[in-house]
């Protein structure tokens, strides 16, 4: 089964992928980038809104206010998950709508949403991590080796 | 009885009937360009059903329903149902045979499965194994997107080369000459069919299904047509399975590398079709419903009108799994092919 490839097959393959190249349209990448821009931007200034108020009207510290905002964003995400319109945002938006916490909520409800029906143990519970999962795990990894890395470079 | 032609190819001698058709469709394809052909059109894409998976299976099984119907026949009426849809382990076909009680083949050859569907029909009743056959496949576009790609509500951008897999499914009853009922229509009949080889021309992006399927697709038309000995002119119709706007156009490009003179404007494609640019589908829908509710709507129903007299129906599929395309292989396409053609061709 581990196919030795003749020159022959490689030689069409090649070819196809080239004619694949030109006949593919193109992903509109300038106006991505500038709708994920925009959008992202817009996140996180609301992001920040809601960190100002928390700080300047409700008289939070730093890491309480730090607290609130995530909590009210990964709240907001979950919501227009729930109501069925981040999906149409992200369409726009792309990594605008991605990246921010707002994002993370959305990969985790919307997962949780899709396989309510296979049950809350097997269905919910282990899947709901289905897209979000590998962000936590390789997050929280790089963050502990970092960690170490800046504990032993603090002994010196 | 039928015939081998050529290398690859079968001749159904005794010329299937077919009898009645029907089709099934969710509410964005009726809003597309083929809109008005589709037999039945559904308010809701849950059917009033506890699950995704189960809708399908019922719009398989109403379908099938409708169709017998149509001949004036109960579903018992088939000697076979010839069966196949996306799900794992052919859910949705399994599910509907479970309540029809007529013996059933489970096929899947992912988005080829109408026209393999028909091409052993075919031969069933070509042989006289069946006196009646009943073809017939189905997508969801919930049930698929859960299985292949992320989570319905997950926000995100699809490539300009992905497809949007169908809501809808058709069903096509096969006849043997005595068996055709009374009063069913039966002016088209089925005359060849050139089971295709499985191609992989080392394509793994799977937003790029109509570059997985292209290969096939020109591979099975070449042979067919060096099969039998015709021209692609002496076709009516090159009418591809759900190849999207990309796949069509590198289609028409290998056949040109190989040498096959086809006529541009003859050659269409399901996919491509059934979704208008304004509805956001990218390079078109896919999914066997695709091409099965088009065949079992507006394809037959030209033939039948004499719109259309002799076509090519090749039906084309990506056969990926979640498990191949995690392990990073590359996707194989196949492409099966039936002929059908009105009386006096």
Known sequence: MNGIKTKRQQAIEKHYKDLVGQFTPNHALAMNLVRAFLWGGAICTLGQCVSETGKTYLGLGQSETSAFTAIVMVFLGAFLTGLGQYDRIGKHAGAGSIVPITGFANSIVSAAMEFRREGLVLGVGARMFVIAGPVLVYGIGASVIVGVIAYLVGLF | ?345
Request: net charge negative.
């Open chain 2, 1 to 345: 009885m039928s015939k081998r032609v050529g290398e690859g190819t079968v001749e159904l001698t005794s010329r299937p009937r077919v009898a009645a058709w029907s089709s099934t469709v969710g509410k964005k394809e009726r809003e597309g360009p083929l809109g008005i052909s589709f037999d039945f059109t559904l308010g809701d894409d849950l059917l009033g059903q506890k699950t995704w998976e189960l809708a399908e299976a019922a719009m398989l099984r109403d379908t099938v329903c409708r169709c017998m119907d149509k001949a004036g026949l109960e579903p018992e009426d088939a000697d076979v149902l010839l069966s196949g849809d996306l799900i794992n382990q052919i859910m949705a076909a399994h599910f509907c045979a479970r309540e029809l009680r007529v013996p059933m083949l489970g096929l899947y050859s992912a988005c080829s499965t109408m026209s393999e569907a028909l091409a052993i029909g075919g031969m069933l009743v070509d042989s006289g194994a069946a006196r009646r056959a009943v073809c017939a496949v189905s997508s969801h576009f919930s049930t698929a997107e859960r299985q292949f790609r992320t989570p319905l509500e997950q926000g995100g951008q699809r490539p300009a080369s992905a497809q949007w897999t169908v809501t809808g499914a058709g069903a096509t009853l096969l006849c043997g000459k005595d068996y055709a009922p009374d009063n069913a229509e039966t002016v088209v009949s089925m005359r060849y069919a050139t089971i295709g080889r499985v191609i992989d021309y080392a394509i793994k992006d799977m937003s790029n299904m109509g570059a997985v399927m292209a290969p096939a697709a020109a591979d099975t038309l070449e042979r067919h047509l060096l099969d039998i000995g015709r021209a692609a002119d002496d076709y009516d119709e090159i009418i591809t399975g759900d190849l999207g706007k990309v796949g069509r156009d590198l289609l028409l490009e290998l056949l040109k590398e190989k040498g096959v003179k086809v006529d541009r404007n003859r050659v269409w494609d399901c996919g491509a079709s059934i979704f208008s640019p304004e509805q956001d589908a990218h390079a078109g829908g896919s999914g066997c419903g695709c091409s099965a509710a088009v065949l079992n709507g507006h394809i037959l129903g030209r033939l039948m009108k004499g719109e259309a007299r002799r076509v090519v129906f090749m039906a084309t599929g990506a056969l990926l799994s979640a498990t191949s395309v995690l392990q990073g292989e590359t996707i194989p396409g196949v492409a099966h092919l039936v002929v059908l053609e009105r009386d006096g061709e």
